[in-house]
């Protein structure tokens, strides 16, 4: 089989997309969204391990947590959080570990797990969540206006719904 040059490679790939986004419709919206998600994540992640020592996944699993008033069944953390199911397991270990957050057997079924802050990972959560909507707001709320983050929260609700429910 002969591979393919590079102009052909790039061709090929063109030709697949336009076949099922006639003109390239929404295509660079969609490459926006991904650009701008991927470095929005890479600059509040190193920010805040800089300032904070802790991972931004970390962050996230404290946060769902306290969001859901302090415990979560580990299948409903995972499908909140940032990171996998797969990956679930190990991080809430490593938390686990440095004492942010605590397992217990779930009272109506012995087979359910429930990871739950402690005093520690509370604590940790009052350091970190201040820095964290700091860098949301630095990079991402303080620039665009009131209408972009409304029309920008709806096309992405709708995306999300219709997505869920579609």
């Known amino acids: 089989m002969q591979a393919l040059?590079?102009?052909?490679?790039?061709?090929?790939?063109?030709?697949?997309?336009?076949?099922?986004?006639?003109?390239?419709?929404?295509?660079?919206?969609?490459?926006?969204?991904?650009?701008?998600?991927?470095?929005?994540?890479?600059?509040?992640?190193g920010d805040l391990e800089k300032e904070t020592g802790l991972a931004l996944a970390d962050f996230d699993v404290v946060a769902q947590l306290a969001v859901a008033g302090g415990a979560l069944r580990m299948t409903e953390l995972a499908d909140r959080a940032l990171i996998?199911?797969?990956?679930?397991?190990?991080?809430v270990a490593r938390l686990v570990e440095v004492g942010l957050v605590r397992r217990a057997s779930a009272d109506a079924d012995a087979r359910g797990v429930v990871v739950a802050l402690t005093d520690l990972g509370v604590a940790r959560l009052t350091e970190t969540a201040p820095v964290h909507a700091r860098g949301i707001s630095d990079l991402f709320v303080a620039r665009l206006d009131d209408q972009e983050l409304a029309v920008l929260q709806s096309a992405l609700d709708k995306v999300t719904l219709d997505c869920t429910f579609g």
Do not use: F, I
Request: aromatic share 2%; charged share 30%.
């Open 5 to 45: 040059s590079e102009p052909d490679v790039a061709g090929l790939l063109d030709r697949l997309v336009v076949k099922e986004l006639p003109g390239r419709r929404g295509l660079a919206a969609w490459t926006s969204l991904l650009r701008a998600h991927a470095t929005l994540l890479r600059q509040l992640e």
């Open 84 to 91: 996998s199911r797969s990956g679930m397991t190990r991080r």
